[in-house]
T-cell receptor
Framework: DAGITQSPRYKITETGRQVTLMCHQTWSHSYMFWYRQDLGHGLRLIYYSAAADITDKGEVPDGYVVSRSKTENFPLTLESATRSQTSVYFC????????????FGEGSRLTVL | GQNIDQPTEMTATEGAIVQINCTYQTSGFNGLFWYQQHAGEAPTFLSYNVLDGLEEKGRFSSFLSRSKGYSYLLLKELQMKDSASYLCAVMDSNYQLIWGAGTKLIIKP
C-alpha cells in the first residue's frame, strides 16, 4: 500500500551506540522531514530534505545525521546515542505546494539507556 | 522568538461543543494548521487556514484572525473518539512549521 512507513517502531539501545531510523514513502513526495516529540514540547524539527541529495538542518540537529540518496528514503542516524535522545521520532512527507499538509509515519519510539 | 500557545488540557462532555484556542507569534505567516493525534499514533491533518474567517468541515471548524494572531478549533457533537491531542502549527515566512505543544482533550460520557 502507498504511504509512509518507519522502522523500527520500537528500539532500546545503550548510550554511545549508533542507531538508524528508517523512513520510506511511496508517494514520490519532494519534501521529507524528521521530527522528535517529547512531553511538554511541540514537534521539533531535526532535519528536512527538499529533494534527493538536498538536506537542511532544523531546530534541533545536533547529534543526528541524515541522508537522502533516493527520493523515497530518508534515514536518520544517531551517531552516538545519548539519554537526551530518548524520544518518539516521526518522519513526515509533503508533496505539492509549500503549504500542503504533512503525512506522518507511525513513529519510532527510541529509548536510550 | 517564535511562539505558539495552546492550553495543555481540556475536558468536555460527550455530545457537547468545545473550543480549543491557539495564539501565535511567528516570523511571517503562511497559514495555520490543526492536526489531531490519538495517543500512541501519528498526527493527522484536520484543517488549514490562511485567510481570516471560519472554515467548516463537518463537526470540526477552524477559525483564524491574523491581526490578533489567534485561531481556534471548534468541535461539535463531541464523541468519545474525539479524545486526542490537538496540535496547532503555524507556517512561518520560510515555510517551516512551528508547532504548539498540543492540547489534550478528554471527553467524558
Amino acid at each position: 500500500d502507498a504511504g509512509i512507513t518507519q522502522s523500527p517502531r520500537y528500539k532500546i539501545t545503550e548510550t554511545g551506540r549508533q542507531v538508524t531510523l528508517m523512513c520510506h514513502q511511496t508517494w514520490s513526495h519532494s519534501y521529507m522531514f524528521w521530527y522528535r516529540q517529547d512531553l511538554g514540547h511541540g514537534l521539533r524539527l531535526i532535519y528536512y530534505s527538499a529533494a534527493a541529495d538536498i538536506t537542511d538542518k532544523g531546530e534541533v540537529p545536533d547529534g543526528y545525521v541524515v541522508s537522502r540518496s533516493k527520493t523515497e528514503n530518508f534515514p536518520l542516524t544517531l551517531e552516538s546515542a545519548t539519554r537526551s535522545q530518548t524520544s518518539v521520532y516521526f518522519c513526515a512527507s509533503r508533496g505539492g505546494t509549500d503549504t500542503g499538509e504533512l503525512f506522518f509515519g507511525e513513529g519510532s519510539r527510541l529509548t536510550v539507556l | 522568538g517564535q511562539n505558539i500557545d495552546q492550553p495543555t488540557e481540556m475536558t468536555a462532555t460527550e455530545g457537547a461543543i468545545v473550543q480549543i484556542n491557539c495564539t501565535y507569534q511567528t516570523s511571517g505567516f503562511n497559514g495555520l494548521f490543526w492536526y489531531q493525534q490519538h495517543a500512541g499514533e501519528a498526527p493527522t491533518f484536520l484543517s488549514y487556514n490562511v485567510l481570516d474567517g471560519l472554515e467548516e468541515k463537518g463537526r470540526f471548524s477552524s477559525f483564524l484572525s491574523r491581526s490578533k494572531g489567534y485561531s481556534y478549533l471548534l468541535l461539535k457533537e463531541l464523541q468519545m473518539k474525539d479524545s486526542a491531542s490537538y496540535l496547532c502549527a503555524v507556517m512561518d515566512s520560510n515555510y517551516q512549521l512551528i508547532w504548539g505543544a498540543g492540547t489534550k482533550l478528554i471527553i467524558k460520557p
